[in-house]
């Protein structure tokens, strides 16, 4: 099909959800893509965020091979060997605690808020059941995660609003403090905020949330779905401070493209869920942990972490050095290979120009470029990218 084609049918016969920009993907090999014309295009993007060990990688390809050949879903009333061995996986590299499968981070994000609620309600006989979130913060699009979310432009039309839910800006200790009241269950937020622009918080702030959550008995949820997995150059981002969650949100990369999501919640908390409390068809099926166990198996072996930590402070210092040479940059930012800078312009035409010279960028929130490649990506394809970019930046100069 060529892309007119696509395009066309798109139009017809797909509700207009998305602002698609004018490509279609027709094979992947590494931290490449190319379209379905044959022009070949680095990818700083992957899926955002998602496709963390790039494209047909031989490990993941092998998992999928083998787990096709088993049955690929059989519900959860049966043991499930692979789902098992992925909850290990994520909880050897957490906490103590124990995972409640799903299909996206909205969903587990909605797992977490049913927990935290129900923590809450046993507790306070009925009425310790508010969620503090934080502005900026993007947290699904369900409803319940609409109301969570700290950005009015997603609740937008979706009236009325489900309640529960009172927002403080990002970084705010004290704001945060002021917000908990005795029908706080839980304060959610992601330790950098992704969709809100790569927003990182001031230094000790997330300490300080933890020392607030034990002073006040409050639940402290960390929203990982976009930090998770290597990103950031620790397993999960909030490993760089000396603190844990009560509950920990994870989708995204942890299936490298296979649609998965995850809930971990400390032992002592996830007891809250009973039989019955909670579940879903598909979550946590023997196809979608094998391949995720195996790409978590990935990280581990290839030292992904390690090497996003390296290539990422590596990144960061060439668009530091962007900000230096053009006067309209600003702000480079950003932890492993979760990555930003500001334009004083919008970043929608500085995308289309990166496609036509097979470069993959990504405009989040008006202004903002987010780099947020696979995590093999290579010293390399950093100088690749910002040799792309230069180019771009000097014809806007
Ligand atoms: C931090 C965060 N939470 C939740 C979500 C929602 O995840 P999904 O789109 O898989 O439902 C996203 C998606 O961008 C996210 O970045």
Redo the contacts with the bound molecule.
């Keep these: 099909m060529t892309l007119e084609e696509t395009k066309a049918m798109t139009a017809e016969y797909i509700m207009a959800t998305a602002k698609r920009l004018s490509v279609a993907w027709d094979k992947g090999d590494g931290v490449y893509l190319w379209d379905t014309e044959g022009h070949k295009y680095l990818d700083l993007l992957a899926g955002?965020a998602v496709n963390i060990l790039g494209y047909q990688h031989p490990k993941m390809v092998d998992a999928m091979v083998q787990a096709a050949s088993k049955p690929l879903h059989v519900t959860n009333i049966y043991h499930i060997p692979s789902q098992a061995q992925l909850a290990q996986q994520l909880v050897e590299a957490s906490f103590p605690g124990k995972v409640f499968f799903c299909n996206?981070?909205?969903?587990a994000?909605e797992a977490a808020v049913k927990l935290a609620r129900k923590w809450g309600n046993e507790s306070s006989g009925g009425s310790k059941n508010q969620i503090i979130t934080t502005q900026r913060s993007?947290?699904?699009?369900t409803l319940a995660m609409i109301a969570a979310t700290g950005q009015e432009k997603v609740r937008r039309g979706f009236d009325p609003q489900m309640p529960g839910f009172v927002s403080v800006e990002f970084g705010d200790i004290a704001a945060l403090a002021a917000a908990i009241n005795q029908d706080t269950c839980a304060i959610m937020l992601?330790p950098i905020q992704?969709?809100g622009g790569i927003n990182l918080p001031p230094a000790g702030y997330l300490e300080q949330v933890r020392a607030l959550c034990d002073e006040h008995n409050i639940l402290l949820i960390f929203?990982e779905?976009?930090t998770g997995m290597g990103r950031t150059g620790k397993m999960f981002a909030y490993q760089h401070e000396n603190i844990q969650p009560d509950i920990l949100t994870l989708?995204?990369g942890l299936g490298s493209g296979v649609p998965v999501?995850a809930m971990i919640a400390q032992n002592g908390i996830a007891e809250t869920f009973t039989p019955g409390s909670h579940g879903g068809t598909f979550g946590g099926n023997p196809f979608i942990c094998s391949v995720a166990s195996a790409v978590f198996q990935a990280i581990q072996d290839d030292d992904l972490i390690t090497h996003s930590a390296e290539v990422g402070a590596y990144f960061l210092e060439a668009l530091v050095k962007l900000t230096e040479k053009f006067s309209f940059l600003h702000n480079a930012r950003g932890l492993g290979l979760m990555l930003a800078i500001d334009l004083d312009m919008p970043a929608g035409p500085v995308v289309e120009a990166g496609l036509k010279k097979g470069l993959i960028l990504n405009a989040v929130q008006e202004k903002t470029l987010r780099f947020v490649p696979p995590l093999i990506l290579q010293k390399q394809h950093v100088d690749e990218a910002i040799a792309g970019m230069t180019e771009i930046f000097e014809g806007l100069s």
């Design positions: 955002i996206s981070g909205t969903e994000n993007f947290h699904g699009r992601e992704g969709e929203d779905i976009q989708a995204k999501g």
